[in-house]
């Protein structure tokens, strides 16, 4: 690998979706939902990709059953937070951690740890945003130690930046947490979220070979879940503020930032797609009801039919336009659709973090939001793997 990381951004093809006969309701279902999407934002919802001599939408295909998964165990990798390690908090099931992600057109490459420590030899890889991004970042890891488990390693967990480093190869990944990815002081014990102002995050991202960015289910949140006090914008304080319109300001400031201080002759950058929960079993079952529990437990397959919502279309409307108006080139991982198909992925009430009187009742305990590990995010970083290198 060069020192200079070239970046692909390649242009979609409606026409490709259709070549191939339907194979199973998943396949059809992931169609439509990225049809749907694509009608909607034509411009960056479909990238696509040379790979196999043949063009290939990665972000739309099907899910299939492939025993050669995982590609690592819980128990070989020490970076998985006690909150993604489902099995070792007592999962029963593991048909979950038995599904590849099938394109429409083309195979994606194996993922070959020790290829990427050697073709990302002295660089420093990171990941910015929420734990949807430290979800990534410890599946990364994972992934490159099942290829050279004997590698030298030095791993340091703080906050807000936790590094991981392969000595022997000089790369460094990094996971920063910036939910919103603009600065949060705090004053006087007051949360404050400023929307005008990254600087402060930003410098520890400068010197970064390749970032991949993500944001999104904070802006959502309200209530005792709100994470902050106040917000700052245009010199002025306020309790609250439409939350879609607080995250468009948020997002111009690190668009600002990333056109302004991106160097593209040695940095790439990426910003990963709003991560889909199921809390809501209306979007698989027909059979739902209001009085149906309210979150994934007992999940077991993937879904063969959803009824989409699309309960990030106004924020995902956001970010493209962002995305759109930068001159620094951004690649989309548009994992959205091929992640609402895995209701099955999450750690429900197998999470480290939730104690027995929790776990006993899942309808209020249950983690619907974050990925097992093995898991969902490891097809993230295969297609991460596969846009990086092919």
């Not at 410890?138 to 703080?158: F, K, V, Y």
């Not at 993937?302 to 951004?330: C, N, S």
């Not at 097992?372 to 092919?390: I, K, Q, R």
């Given at each position: 690998?060069?020192?200079?990381?070239?970046?692909?951004?390649?242009?979609?093809?409606?026409?490709l979706?259709?070549?191939?006969?339907?194979?199973?309701?998943?396949?059809?279902?992931?169609?439509?939902?990225?049809?749907?999407?694509h009608?909607?934002?034509?411009?960056?919802?479909?990238?696509?990709?040379?790979?196999?001599?043949?063009?290939?939408?990665?972000?739309?295909?099907?899910?299939?059953?492939?025993?050669s998964?995982?590609?690592?165990?819980?128990?070989?990798?020490?970076?998985?937070?006690?909150?993604?390690?489902?099995?070792?908090?007592?999962?029963?099931?593991?048909?979950?951690?038995?599904?590849?992600?099938?394109?429409?057109?083309?195979?994606?490459?194996?993922?070959?740890?020790?290829?990427?420590?050697?073709?990302?030899?002295?660089?420093?890889?990171?990941?910015?945003?929420?734990?949807?991004?430290?979800?990534?970042?410890?599946?990364?890891?994972?992934?490159?130690?099942?290829?050279?488990?004997?590698?030298?390693?030095?791993?340091?967990?703080?906050?807000?930046?936790?590094?991981?480093?392969?000595?022997?190869?000089g790369?460094?990944?990094?996971?920063?947490?910036?939910?919103?990815?603009?600065?949060?002081?705090?004053?006087?014990?007051?949360?404050?979220?400023?929307?005008?102002?990254?600087?402060?995050?930003g410098?520890?991202?400068?010197?970064?070979?390749?970032?991949v960015?993500?944001?999104?289910?904070?802006?959502?949140?309200?209530?005792?879940?709100?994470g902050?006090?106040?917000?700052?914008?245009?010199?002025?304080?306020?309790?609250?503020?439409?939350?879609?319109?607080?995250?468009?300001?948020?997002?111009?400031?690190?668009?600002?930032?990333?056109?302004?201080?991106?160097?593209?002759?040695?940095?790439?950058?990426?910003?990963?797609?709003?991560?889909?929960?199921?809390?809501?079993?209306?979007?698989?079952?027909?059979?739902?009801t209001?009085?149906?529990?309210?979150?994934?437990?007992?999940?077991?397959?993937?879904?063969?039919?959803?009824?989409?919502?699309?309960?990030?279309?106004?924020?995902?409307?956001?970010?493209?336009?962002?995305?759109?108006?930068?001159?620094?080139?951004?690649?989309?991982?548009?994992?959205?659709?091929?992640?609402?198909?895995?209701?099955?992925?999450?750690?429900?009430i197998?999470?480290?973090?939730?104690?027995?009187?929790?776990?006993?009742?899942?309808?209020?305990?249950?983690?619907?939001?974050?990925w097992?590990?093995?898991?969902?995010?490891?097809?993230?970083?295969?297609?991460?793997?596969?846009?990086?290198?092919?």
């Open positions: 690998m060069t020192t200079h990381l070239s970046f692909h951004l390649f242009k979609p093809c409606l026409t979706l259709f070549l191939s006969l339907f194979q199973s309701r998943t396949t059809f279902s992931a169609l439509i939902m990225s049809l749907r999407n009608h909607s934002h034509p411009q960056h919802r479909r990238p696509m990709f040379q790979t196999n001599q043949t063009t290939c939408a990665l972000f739309t295909g099907t899910w299939v059953r492939d025993d998964y995982p590609l690592y165990q819980y128990s070989s990798c020490p970076a998985i937070d006690p909150q993604f390690n489902c099995q070792l908090s007592g999962r029963p099931d593991s048909d979950y951690l038995k599904y590849r992600w099938q394109p429409l057109n083309c195979q994606l490459p194996r993922f070959d740890g020790v290829a990427f420590l050697s073709k990302m030899r002295g660089k420093n890889v990171m990941f910015v945003g929420d734990s949807l991004g430290r979800n990534q970042w410890e599946s990364l890891i994972c992934m490159i130690l099942a290829g050279d488990p004997q590698t030298q390693t030095q791993m340091n967990r703080a906050m807000p930046l936790s590094t991981f480093k392969f000595l022997e190869y790369i460094t990944m990094s996971y920063f947490r910036a939910p919103y990815l603009v600065d949060i002081d705090v004053v006087q014990g007051k949360k404050i979220v400023k929307l005008d102002d990254i600087a402060g995050n410098n520890a991202w400068r010197m970064a070979d390749v970032l960015f993500n944001t999104g289910h904070w802006w959502t949140h309200e209530g005792s879940l709100q902050w006090d106040m917000i700052q914008s245009g010199g002025k304080y306020y309790q609250n503020m439409d939350l879609l319109v607080a995250m468009e300001k948020g997002l111009r400031t690190w668009s600002n930032w990333v056109d302004t201080n991106v160097d593209i002759s040695r940095t790439r950058v990426f910003f990963q797609s709003i991560s889909p929960d199921h809390y809501d079993p209306s979007e698989w079952s027909a059979e739902a209001a009085m149906t529990r309210k979150n994934c437990y007992g999940e077991t397959t993937p879904m063969e039919v959803t009824r989409y919502t699309g309960a990030y279309a106004d924020q995902t409307r956001v970010l493209d336009e962002v995305i759109r108006e930068l001159h620094v080139p951004i690649y989309l991982l548009d994992i959205t659709m091929l992640s609402e198909l895995r209701k099955d992925g999450h750690p429900s197998y999470s480290g973090d939730i104690s027995p009187s929790q776990r006993s009742n899942p309808a209020k305990s249950s983690d619907c939001s974050h097992c590990l093995p898991g969902l995010p490891d097809t993230w970083n295969e297609l991460f793997y596969t846009v990086l290198f092919y």
